[in-house]
Nanobody, 126 residues
Framework: QLHLVESGGGLVQPGGSLTLSCAASGLTVHYRTVGWFRQAPGKERERLSCISETDGSTAYIKSVRGRFTVSRDNAKNTVNLRIENLKPEDTGNYTC???????????????????WGQGTQVTVSS
């Protein structure tokens, strides 16, 4: 049963921006920790960012800091990923993952996440 659904992807020109959304389906589904991942064509999935509900703390891989911003909208039960100054190398399928576990610092490694969405495609091209 799919509990996470991503949206907001599309075709964007370099330098543009996007906000991706990760929604938990069902009122009873709530993830305390949510991560974002990306898989580019022909490459392995890579970790990007995560956010913890406990204190709202976030973590990012070094290469996306300053351009990616992850946030929670608890009223809507969604986690958003804002991407600024998009580059062609940002092209890929963006997936969110959730877990009910809490951590001192949200983990970027995918091994800690239990449920996954199917992803939303982002293509950066002129």
């Amino acid at each position: 049963q799919l509990h996470l659904v991503e949206s907001g992807g599309g075709l964007v020109q370099p330098g543009g921006s996007l906000t991706l959304s990760c929604a938990a389906s069902g009122l009873t589904v709530h993830y305390r920790t949510v991560g974002w991942f990306r898989q580019a064509p022909g490459k392995e999935r890579e970790r990007l960012s995560c956010i913890s509900e406990t204190d709202g703390s976030t973590a990012y891989i070094k290469s996306v800091r300053g351009r990616f911003t992850v946030s929670r909208d608890n009223a809507k039960n969604t986690v958003n990923l804002r991407i600024e100054n998009l580059k062609p190398e940002d092209t890929g399928n963006y997936t969110c993952a959730g877990t009910d576990r809490t951590f001192r610092t949200c983990p970027l490694s995918e091994v800690w996440y239990d449920d996954w969405g199917q992803g939303t495609q982002v293509t950066v091209s002129s």
